[in-house]
Each structure stands twice: as structure tokens, then as C-alpha cells.
């Protein structure tokens, strides 16, 4: 074949096709060839029992914490809270036996009975003394006020409930009505002229006290 005859063996025409699709092939081949030989690749050993692969020890440490969402139920707080004292007192308990001496369903100065009779009584005892209507008047009408408070102490031992004769507790409300009853009683009995009642120490001890 002449130079430039289309298909000759020699000319770059017919060349050049062949070339670039070889090179294209050995392009492609040799993209194969890496990702096979990257896929190939003998994998690294697994770790031991109980180890950990260098690196991940911290992420899986984190990991497996449990973090603030992750604990369940309620959190307490350590300091217990207290309410504080108040600065001025403004109820208290009611007092032993201060209940109602009646059903609930009485009227109220029946549910009030034991107040309303000592303060009748020594309403009473005032009366006789304040308007002096006889001889004696002012000796009965201190004992009227002095057996008032005697009666107060006997309820408040026989009674379980005393509605608002109750003031403090049983011991000590019969202690104060007894006492103070029992001196205003004595000390009507020895009262001056002509005293129902002589002690001889204690008209020393009353006279040395008036004069």
C-alpha cells in the first residue's frame, strides 16, 4: 500500500483510534485493580476478650454513662426543707378536755354549761356583795365567789370535756381554781368583825399584812 492509503498498517489514522481505546481500556483496568486490591485487603484481627481497639475506649466509656436524661424517676434533694418559725404567734392548741361538754348539735350554752355555771355562780356571789341587802352580805357573797372557783376545779377533775373552762392542762387548771377558791372560801371565814373561822397564826399573819 502507497503512504496515506486508509488502513494501512503504517499510518497514524488508523493508529490513533486503537491507541486512545487502549489507553482508555488500561485506564479502566487499572481503577479495577486498585478497588479490588483495597477490597482484598486481609482485614485487621479482631481484640482479644475484653479489650478495645485503640481509640475507641473513651467513645465507648462515654458512650455507655449514663447521662442526665438517661436517669429515671424523681431526683431528691438532700436539704430538707423546714418552714420557719413565725414571729408572732397567732393560734394554739386547744387544751386538754377542751372539747364540746355537749353533742354538736345542742345550742351553745349548753355545749358551754360548766363556763356558764361558774360564772353564774360568782356573778351571783358579786351581786350579794355589791348590793349589801343584809347582815353578812359581804362574808356570804366572797364565799358565793370563792365556792364558784371550787366548783370550776371539780368539774374540770370530773369531766372529760369543759368546753372553754378548760385553760391549760386538767392538773393545772384544778390546781389553780382549787387554791385560789380555797383562800377566797378562808379568808371570807376569818374576815373582820366577827370572823366564822379563828386561826390564831393566821390572824397574826393578817393583821401584821393590814397594818
Do not use: C
Amino acid at each position: 500500500m502507497t503512504p496515506g492509503t486508509p488502513g494501512a498498517s503504517g499510518t497514524p489514522d488508523a493508529d490513533a483510534p486503537r491507541n486512545g481505546s487502549a489507553g482508555a481500556a488500561g485506564r479502566a483496568s487499572g481503577g479495577g485493580a486498585a478497588g479490588n486490591g483495597s477490597a482484598g485487603a486481609p482485614a485487621p484481627p479482631a481484640p482479644a476478650d475484653g479489650a478495645t481497639e485503640p481509640g475507641t475506649a473513651g467513645a465507648s466509656a462515654d458512650d455507655t454513662a449514663p447521662g442526665p436524661a438517661a436517669v429515671s424517676g424523681p431526683v431528691l434533694s438532700s436539704a430538707v426543707w423546714k418552714r420557719p418559725a413565725p414571729i408572732l404567734t397567732t393560734d394554739t392548741a386547744r387544751p386538754e378536755g377542751g372539747g364540746r361538754a355537749a353533742p354538736s348539735d345542742a345550742p351553745a350554752p349548753a355545749r358551754q354549761w360548766p363556763l356558764l355555771t361558774v360564772l353564774g355562780l360568782a356573778g351571783v356571789g358579786l351581786l350579794v356583795v355589791g348590793t349589801d341587802a343584809f347582815a353578812q352580805s359581804f362574808r356570804i357573797g366572797t364565799m358565793l365567789v370563792g365556792a364558784a372557783l371550787l366548783t370550776g376545779a371539780v368539774l374540770r377533775r370530773m369531766l372529760p370535756s369543759v368546753g372553754m373552762l378548760a385553760v391549760r392542762s386538767r392538773f393545772t387548771d384544778m390546781i389553780t381554781y382549787g387554791v385560789m377558791g380555797g383562800l377566797i372560801v378562808l379568808l371570807a371565814l376569818m374576815v373582820q368583825p366577827d370572823p366564822w373561822l379563828k386561826i390564831p397564826f393566821l390572824e397574826e399573819i393578817l393583821h401584821l399584812t393590814v397594818t
